[in-house]
């Protein structure tokens, strides 16, 4: 058994800040935060439940799926509206799901841990999993840190999943954390998050490479054959850096992060939808996912692009 992608949705809230908006509360500049990190603009609101609503309500959609046939939603997040119940709790009773629901937090590899999650769910009896990435990342960001205030966003993404016989469409996924380097990038109860940028910077490209590598290696995939990379959006330079030590080009790459900013496990999400949107993937295309966070974790997971059966009837 296996995973087949039946729709997708993504959701961003209406407040745009730009670079420029920026630079009039904090000494930074467009031109450095562009030069440094590729981001233009991000977009600020909302709570994470009303962007996962948002998103997980598209993707139910355009799947024509019952929400009631759901079995299990995943909704990774790092931001979640309260500590209890689960964030998922709220949206799960908004969408309508059946089944059950949970938080996942792995940082910004939390969409890649979900998507792993739901596949096993599958194979293990579930018909359908609705996997959610979304973040206020907004609401733990110091606003007068232009050391990381610079960097965030908010945003959703979401896939609607089902069961296949047969492989699916996940060829190959790898999952990690080095908990040593957990005091480089975190976020106390109630605080803003800190950060050793540059640490991360280091780090983040070498296991973005060993992670997308091991995955490759695993579905027996050459980087080469990969039609679509879906990098977690932190910084374009180190999507750029991982290009290159990949041998992928990057104009095979997925980018929303000029306008969107880091969204943490959205980013993926919104990258993918972002390139299903715009027509760039066609039948049999391999596209990898990759991602890392704090923690620190990591996370990639490569699928073999199907597109869904159109109308498939609201079937329960
Ligand atoms: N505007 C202007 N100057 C700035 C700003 C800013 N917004 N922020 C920092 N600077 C200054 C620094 O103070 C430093 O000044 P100094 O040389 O006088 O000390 C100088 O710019 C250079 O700073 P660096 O940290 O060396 O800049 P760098 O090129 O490394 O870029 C950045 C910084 C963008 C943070 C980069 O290191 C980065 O992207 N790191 C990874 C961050 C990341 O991916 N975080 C998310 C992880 S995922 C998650 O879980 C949320």
């Not at 046939?69 to 009773?93: E, G, K, N, R, W």
């Not at 990898?288 to 990591?298: I, K, R």
Request: proline share 3%.
């Amino acid at each position: 058994m296996g995973l087949r992608i039946l729709g997708w949705g993504s959701a961003l809230p209406e407040k745009v800040v730009t670079n420029h908006d920026l630079q009039k509360t904090l000494d930074t500049s467009d031109e450095w935060i562009v030069e440094r990190s590729g981001i233009r603009e991000r977009r600020i609101g909302d709570s994470t439940a009303a962007l996962a609503i948002e998103a997980g309500r598209a993707a139910l959609s355009k799947s024509n799926v019952d929400p009631a046939s759901v079995d299990v939603m995943v909704l990774a997040t790092t931001t979640p509206d309260q500590a209890v119940p689960a964030c998922s709790a709220h949206v799960h009773h908004e969408l309508g799901l059946g089944g059950g629901a949970f938080d996942l937090n792995a940082a910004c590899s939390g969409f890649v841990y979900a998507l792993v999650m739901a596949n096993g769910l599958l194979e293990t009896g579930a018909n359908r999993v609705l996997v959610v990435g979304a973040e206020t990342l907004s609401r733990i960001t110091d606003w007068d840190d232009r050391n990381t205030a610079v960097l965030f966003g908010d945003g959703g993404g979401a896939l609607m999943l089902e069961r296949e016989a047969g492989e699916g469409q996940l060829l190959g996924w790898d999952l990690g954390l080095d908990a040593s380097a957990r005091e480089i990038l975190q976020c106390d109860l109630g605080g803003f998050v800190q950060m050793d940028g540059r640490e991360v910077f280091k780090r983040a490209v070498r296991v973005l490479v060993d992670s997308a590598k091991r995955t490759l290696a695993q579905a027996k995939v050459r980087s080469e054959d990969v039609k679509l990379l879906v990098p977690h959006q932190a910084n374009i330079r180190i999507i750029q850096a991982a290009c290159d030590r990949l041998g992928i080009p990057e104009e095979n790459t997925a980018i929303v992060l000029h306008k969107t900013g880091n969204t943490s496990s959205a980013s993926i999400p919104l990258a993918l939808v972002d390139a299903i949107d715009a027509g760039r993937l066609e039948e049999g295309d391999l596209v990898l996912m990759t991602g890392f966070g704090a923690g620190m974790t990591w996370g990639s997971a490569l699928l073999r692009w199907q597109s869904p059966p159109e109308a498939q009837g609201a079937s329960a």
